[in-house]
């Protein structure tokens, strides 16, 4: 075994995103492309000498390599050990709970999440600090400086790892442990859920459930989990062999990617109860029977009943929501007396709010939700959450939610994706749209008048950070909202998302169809921003 260095140049294009730098497989294929990206991150950590990472993916092409060259570098820079999953598989809450678990200094996460896998699909590396949570930005805006300058990196030529046998080995100095992908993740699961009552509603035989983890790194789990532990019967998990390509599919748990389990839940004898989750398991879509339940309207459900799950039973300190989140949760949380902060999308944000005890439960309109128990969105723990309020309540999922609505009123939401669209025109559209946000405010638009019009600003409560230009608001006098954003999760052109809300408290009204009560504020959006004047589209390719 040798240790070389190796000299190199660099690439102009690695600033990590909201979840780490994300680009095609053969973006990350070119000639020290991998290797420069992981040196920066080694280079921009103080104190990592002698410390234990964690290392998995979700199992998408390009994961067992990419952990292989990870392993030599991690070798040649002095770290002392290494965590890695069996067959290079860990979701992202896994990683989040086995460092902190076994705290260790940090992780590194080989996915791009909810994008399409396979040898032209995408690819990602994402570094998670020792809170178990996504890098800050100081942290992510470090190593994006130093793959700026990098000249050199350091690896240790030596044959690969066995990835497929738990146990310990030596590469160099540094030991490499693979471990068990599910076992300290169920164990923290056992921790906050009442297992035996979930268990009773799942095998007591008045109760159907499907769990479609479409072909990506939850597949295990789910088993382990819901047939194994809980005793559903066999193939209540579907589509729950990890494969490199996502078996052709899109990861993304929504009523369009997720179509096979969103036919089995709205078809003849439907089960009571279906989920989905994403490429790497953080995100969750929950369904009833014939019956969607939205992200945000799930954030604000959890927080009314947490005091049902034993993890949560003596209450909650706060809850948080990004800003393009319905608000929903910000009724509940008042009822409750309880702090609701509104951040800027990405996790990391919440991850503060966490470790100051401000917040307990957490949420993204994105099919994400969580908790203090990690710092990650995690979508089995969603699953298990809404499981639990299930089998205590003995009532459906429509009827949890409708009986919601009746409390505290309906928040018609939904959010148009118009994906791959070309980012000079996206970028021109935010542009004209911020320019008029001063005049815009006191205006009548349509059935509306603007009570304010920003770009979102955030100031971190904790440590005062401020991260500005989140979003563009326009927020009306009668509750309604409609925000505009780029998405950074893609790789190709740009995402346009626009999210839409109305709050409507005549519970006559809450059965209304949602593009329907949506329906003027969806067109006054189209005329403000121009939307099908930029973008060339006249409908999103997307709808949630």
């Keep these: 075994m040798n240790l070389r260095t190796v000299s190199t140049t660099p690439f102009k294009d690695q600033k990590p995103g909201t979840s780490g730098l994300r680009k095609s497989v053969p973006a990350f294929q070119k000639l020290h492309y991998l290797e420069n990206f992981i040196q920066s991150i080694f280079d921009s950590l103080e104190g990592i000498t002698g410390q234990t990472l964690v290392v998995g993916g979700d199992g998408r092409y390009y994961n067992r390599e990419a952990i292989q060259v990870i392993l030599k570098m991690a070798a040649a820079n002095g770290i002392g050990k290494v965590l890695v999953g069996l067959g290079g598989i860990l979701s992202t809450p896994a990683v989040s709970c086995i460092i902190r678990k076994y705290q260790t200094f940090g992780g590194i996460i080989l996915s791009a999440s909810h994008n399409p896998g396979g040898p032209q699909g995408d690819f990602g590396v994402k570094y998670n600090i020792s809170n178990g949570g996504p890098a800050p930005e100081k942290v992510t805006e470090a190593i994006f400086a130093r793959t700026q300058e990098i000249t050199e990196y350091k690896i240790l030529e030596a044959a690969d790892i066995n990835l497929d046998r738990v146990g310990s080995f030596k590469l160099g100095t540094m030991e490499v442990e693979v471990i068990d992908s599910v076992v300290p993740y169920l164990e923290l699961m056992e921790s906050l859920f009442d297992f035996e009552k979930i268990r009773q509603l799942v095998t007591g035989g008045n109760f159907g459930m499907c769990i479609d983890s479409l072909h990506a790194v939850t597949g295990p789990y789910a088993r382990a989990i819901f047939e194994q532990r809980l005793g559903a019967a066999e193939g209540t998990v579907q589509n729950g062999v990890p494969l490199e390509d996502f078996g052709g599919g899109h990861p993304d748990p929504n009523l369009v990617y997720a179509e096979e389990l969103v036919k089995v839940l709205f078809g003849e004898d439907a089960p009571d109860f279906g989920a989905a989750s994403d490429g790497d398991g953080d995100r969750n879509m929950i369904l009833g029977r014939r019956f969607f339940v939205t992200p945000s309207d799930s954030l604000a459900i959890l927080t009314a009943n947490a005091h049902l799950v034993p993890g949560y039973q003596n209450g909650l300190t706060g809850v948080a929501r990004s800003m393009p989140t319905s608000e929903a949760v910000d009724r509940v949380a008042a009822k409750l007396g ?207």
Excluded at 451 to 456: L, Q, S
Excluded at 524 to 537: H, M, P, S, W, Y
Aim: charged letters at 25%; proline letters at 3%; a negative charge.
């Design 338 to 544: 309880i702090d609701c902060y509104e951040t800027p999308t990405g996790w990391k944000f919440f991850g503060n709010l966490l470790d100051a005890n401000k917040a307990t439960l957490c949420g993204e309109e994105s099919f994400g939700t969580g908790s203090n128990h990690i710092r990650e969105k995690d979508g089995l723990w969603a699953v298990l959450f809404w499981l639990n309020i299930l089998a205590v309540t003995g009532k459906s999922v429509e009827e949890i939610v409708t009986e919601h609505w009746a409390t505290y009123g309906r928040n018609f939401y939904s959010r148009h994706d118009y994906e791959e669209v070309a980012s000079e025109p996206a970028q021109q559209l935010m542009t004209e749209l911020e320019a008029k946000l001063p005049s815009l405010v006191g205006q009548t638009l349509g059935h509306y008048q603007v009570k304010y019009a920003d770009n979102f600003s955030y100031t971190d409560p904790v440590d005062g950070s401020v991260s500005q230009k989140q979003g563009i608001r326009l927020g009306f006098t009668d509750g309604s909202r409609m925000v505009f954003r780029l998405s950074g999760t893609g790789t190709k052109g740009a995402t346009l998302r626009v999210y839409l809300e109305s709050y409507e408290p005549d519970v006559s009204q809450h059965q209304r169809d949602t593009q329907e009560a949506l329906g003027d504020l969806i067109q006054l959006a189209n005329e403000v921003a121009k939307i099908q004047e930029f973008t060339g589209r006249d409908k999103p390719t997307v709808i949630t």
